[in-house]
């Protein structure tokens, strides 16, 4: 994607072979990224700028094992959320940055697409169903930005609620999404 907007810096935490096709697509290699553990080897390898490890791992206790039996000390919890976007906003917060401006955060399927035709697609298409039983592809209706209906997935509900408690935890941090369509984020411009 060609834009004069440059990263401060990446961040990784997803184990799926999509996280190694999206780096591949980044043309910024040589900033400082930020992983946890559980980061695809074969994508973490791809980058060339300083690797901040980030410990902690929810949901994987293995993460917690190893860094004990490495003898790595004890650091602050930073929350991780459900998503990637979660977690780079308690970095951002952590390195004290302010504005915090959401780009590209629609959580929603914009013509059938998960992602823009810039990236990487690693998302099925959403199922139309009437399971009673939460599944990760099953498609929901949610209310957009503009008030009007979007489709959308169970756990980007989540992820919007997320940054809206994010929000409220901290009143202090102006908190923009510059989205013009996808899934509303209460509380936030």
Not at 4 to 15: S, Y
Not at 58 to 77: F, R, T, V
């Amino acid at each position: 994607c060609q834009t004069d907007i440059k990263p401060h810096f990446g961040i990784g935490v997803d184990p799926y072979m999509p996280h190694k096709e999206t780096l591949l697509g980044n043309g910024e290699f040589e900033i400082p990224f930020f992983y946890r553990l559980r980061m695809l080897p074969e994508a973490l390898r791809l980058v060339h700028g300083p690797k901040i490890y980030i410990p902690g791992a929810p949901g994987y206790p293995i993460a917690s094992w190893l860094e004990e039996s490495l003898g790595l000390p004890k650091s602050p919890l930073i929350r991780e959320g459900s998503n990637v976007v979660n977690l780079s906003l308690s970095i951002a917060k952590e390195l004290g940055l302010n504005p915090l401006i959401l780009v590209g955060v629609d959580l929603a399927y914009q013509d059938s697409d998960a992602y823009s035709s810039l990236l990487p697609n690693s998302l099925p298409s959403p199922q139309k169903n009437s399971a009673d039983i939460i599944d990760i592809n099953r498609l929901y209706e949610g209310e957009g930005v503009d008030g009007k209906p979007v489709h959308t997935l169970w756990k980007w509900i989540e992820e919007a609620k997320w940054i809206e408690e994010f929000a409220q935890r901290n009143p202090e941090i102006e908190l923009i999404n510059t989205s013009k369509k996808g899934l509303r984020i209460g509380g936030i411009q």
